[in-house]
């Protein structure tokens, strides 16, 4: 148990289906990402927030949208996905994201949504 | 930009000791982490280093050489629940705009076997 929970954990959906993915983190972190990971290829982040305003899009498709209410919480929304989406959604979170140089600052993960996109 | 390598699997047996190698090549340097990630499961943290030399916690330790971009994760006595995949990720640098983005590479499939 990392304290950063993550719903659902399995998602089936269609291209021109519209859904949600939620992460939620109890540490009391500032900052929040969204990973992809998929078959083979190394985690790749999509998105971070930092005290609720995004600080960096890794250039990801319109198709994704995120959302970061508090600092407690980040949402995904999903539409008219592809079947190359389909993949692992990781979401983390760390204390801060401007640190100090040497401060490890980890990043915790969420146990992931596994998302398949028929 | 970033680039790790990391071997793709490795197998060892029950009890034996394990090294698995990370190198990677940077525009920026900041901390290297590794995680454990178990099939279906949260990547979790293992340690971090950011001077050169060997990190100990318990069962496993980790060595960083900045000079040579390397890094290796040591795990030693090793149990059956260690199969997991182990993955290296380098962290940028603050001043050329890094922030605390990490970058990972593929993974190392780990099998202990009896």
Redo the contacts between chains.
């Keep these: 148990e ?1 304290g ?1 929970t993550q719903t659902p954990r399995h998602l089936v959906m269609g291209m021109t289906n519209k859904k949600s993915l939620k992460c939620e983190q109890h540490l009391g972190h500032n ?1 929040m990402y969204w990973y992809k990971q998929s078959a ?4 790749e ?1 999509m998105f ?1 927030y930092s005290l609720e305003e995004r ?2 899009n890794n250039s990801v498709p319109s198709r994704f949208s995120p959302e970061c209410p508090n600092s407690s919480h980040l949402f995904l929304h999903l539409h008219t996905l592809q079947p190359e989406d389909s993949a692992l959604y ?1 979401c983390a979170s ?1 204390q ?4 100090l ?2 401060e ?9 949504t ?1 998302l398949t996109v028929l | 930009g970033q680039n ?1 390598d990391q071997p793709t699997e490795m197998t060892a047996t029950e009890g034996a000791i394990v090294q698995i190698n990370c190198t990677y090549q940077t525009s920026g340097f ?2 290297l ?1 590794w ?1 454990q990630q178990h099939a ?6 293992l340690s ?1 280093n ?1 001077l050169d030399g060997l990190e100990e916690k318990g069962r496993f330790s980790s060595f960083l050489s900045r000079s040579k971009g390397y890094s290796y994760l040591l795990l030693k006595e090793l149990q059956m629940k260690d199969s997991a995949s182990y ?1 290296c ?1 380098v962290r940028g640098n ?1 001043l050329t705009g890094g ?9 190392t499939q780990l099998k202990v076997e009896l």
């Excluded at chain 1, 490890?104 to 992931?112: E, I």
């Excluded at chain 2, 279906?40 to 943290?45: D, N, Q, S």
Aim: aromatic share 12%.
């Design positions: 990392t950063v900052a083979k290829k190394p985690l982040l971070v600080v960096e990781l760390s801060k994201i401007r640190r140089a040497g490890s600052d980890t990043q915790y993960f969420g146990p992931g596994r | 790790i900041n901390g982490f995680y279906g499961e949260a990547p979790t943290f971090y950011v993955l990720a603050i922030g605390n983005k990490l970058t990972f590479g593929t993974g």
